[in-house]
């Protein structure tokens, strides 16, 4: 709507009071000629009311909508974002599943050099007391 049209906010309020007073069923008169001028202003502060109601109206639909994609939107956003959610949790437990497997790996051939050193140890020792029996001839 054009705002250079418009009436001042007075000029509008004055047209409502009068037209109030109108329904009210109150005694008014105007001379005739100011009676003219202010139904013309009148008509044309209701056609301004009926377009701002319209536009109003229009303005309102359409946020709505757009509230409504954004609501739809969001709502996908957040099936999304629980899914990533869903996915890391499951990637965090593979993930310790694995470190706990690769640390048993890892430790695996040192379990058995630590046999393989405990069993040498053992072998240098009965080598030792066979030869000690072999020398007191046992």
């Not at 240098?124 to 020398?135: D, N, P, R, S, T």
Request: aromatic share 4%; hydrophobic share 40%.
């Amino acid at each position: 709507m054009d705002m250079g049209n418009a009436f001042p906010l007075a000029a509008i309020k004055e047209g409502l009071e009068t037209a109030a007073e109108k329904q009210r069923g109150e005694n008014f008169r105007m001379p005739e000629n100011k009676c003219q001028e202010s139904c013309a202003d009148l008509t044309r502060l209701e056609q301004q009311l009926r377009d701002l109601v319209e536009q109003n109206g229009k303005d309102h639909k359409e946020l709505r909508e757009r509230l409504g994609k954004v609501e739809l939107t969001n709502a996908v956003q957040n099936a999304k974002y629980d899914a990533i959610l869903e996915k890391l949790d499951n990637l965090t437990k593979k993930h310790d599943t694995l470190n706990r497997k690769l640390e048993a790996l890892e430790s695996k051939p040192g379990k058995r050099w630590d046999g393989l050193v405990e069993k040498a140890v053992w072998l240098v020792l009965a080598a030792l007391i066979g030869a000690a029996l072999a020398k007191l001839g046992l």
